[in-house]
């Protein structure tokens, strides 16, 4: 995860959505690259998959899925694996990534990313989906760190040497999600700058970031929610520089908007922000 992939820029992208395509086609240069959900494309056709059709002629596309559940105690869910797989094959995404979480149990599904206990169990489980999930698509994905409102006491790893150790075992890359870490990091009551530095840069092939919700909790301490809803932060802002500064070159980052969202336009000048302050960043970094 050294260098961009070839069929997704080191430039800033949107999350793709169906009311934007006409904007995105009469300026498909405005953004390095659109994200997708996997599975709002697992059905065989209707207007979603028109315009994405038409989209992916002239945007280079991230798949991003969120409801394969990596981190459950049950096995995948092959017929899950098996539409993303064909989604995939349907699209030729530059990056597929998925969350480092879990969503289901005992046949139930749940609509939140759920976090994990870091523990030698859990990396044994995880690494053998990771596994699974690469060997069904035949390529490397990335993995992204949650947002977390709790911490388990039956972890015996911090998140970042966890994530370390998962990538070393499968050979997955990773998502930087900076949000989640900022996020997590508040809830918690942790430093997301040593978060950040000791994070395994060297796998990371995408960054994300994304707008959150400042509440407060029964106590009165600050209480963080990724809503995904509003712009990114100033301090997510300053939290990305410094990631930049640290990886030491340009990375695909997606600024993730999936409600009250705005014009296309309004997400353009998310991206180019996002694109001025790598710049920045990479430049701070060579002087």
Known sequence: MGRCEATIPCRAGVSFKLPHADALLDAPESVGFVEIHAENYMGDGGPPHHALSAVREHVPVSLHGVGLSIGAEAPLDKA??????????????????????????????????????????????????????????????????????????????????????????????????????????TNLGLSAEAYVAAFPVEAVGEIHLAGHLEEADARGEPLLIDTHDRPVAAPVWSLYRSVIARIGRPVPTLVEWDSDVPEFARLVEEARTADRVMAEALHAHAA
């Open 80 to 185: 899950h694996l098996a539409r993303l797989a064909a989604v995939a094959a349907r699209y030729e995404p530059g990056l597929v990534s998925e969350h480092l979480a879990w969503s289901t149990h005992e046949g139930a599904y749940f609509n939140d990313l759920l976090p994990l206990p870091y523990t030698a169990a859990t990396l044994a489980r995880v690494a053998d989906h990771i596994d699974a999930v690469q060997s069904a698509l035949g390529r490397t994905i990335l993995l992204e760190n949650p947002s977390r409102y709790a911490a388990f006491d039956a972890s015996t790893m911090d998140e970042a040497d966890f994530i370390r150790a998962i990538a070393a075992r499968t050979g997955c890359g990773l998502i930087l999600d900076v949000n989640n870490v900022f996020v997590s990091a």
